[in-house]
Nanobody
Framework: QAQVEESGGGSVQAGGSLRLSCALSGPFTTYAMAWFRQAPGKERDLVAAMTWSGGSPNYLDSVKGRFTIARGHAKNTVYLQMNSLKPEDTAVYYC??????????????WGQGTQVTVSP
């Protein structure tokens, strides 16, 4: 059974940094992972995504130059390094994973979310 576990959320002042971690457990092999976020009253946005086959990661315009997504050394892991955080980055951050043999488009498994709160 698949389980996506996120960690690393918390509260920080504007200008600070946080690092989110995500791991997919279970008998699966990922080929892409991503981070999404959803603020209260807003839609869920794709923050950063990458595939293992190569190519540059994709980022939400508002986080370019501040956030970095990176694949972990361990199987089925991904990180999101968030620097120069702003109050508008406050949201619940979700990790998502696409696995070989899964749906043809989109992500197959999602985490429960981790709260990131940035104070002015």
């Amino acid at each position: 059974q698949a389980q996506v576990e996120e960690s690393g959320g918390g509260s920080v002042q504007a200008g600070g940094s946080l690092r989110l971690s995500c791991a997919l457990s279970g008998p699966f092999t990922t080929y892409a992972m991503a981070w999404f976020r959803q603020a209260p009253g807003k839609e869920r946005d794709l923050v950063a995504a990458m595939t293992w086959s190569g190519g540059s990661p994709n980022y939400l315009d508002s986080v370019k130059g501040r956030f970095t997504i990176a694949r972990g050394h361990a199987k089925n892991t991904v990180y999101l390094q968030m620097n120069s955080l702003k109050p508008e980055d406050t949201a619940v951050y979700y990790c998502a994973a696409a696995v070989i043999g899964g749906r043809p488009r989109g992500y197959d498994y999602w985490g429960q979310g981790t709260q990131v709160t940035v104070s002015p």
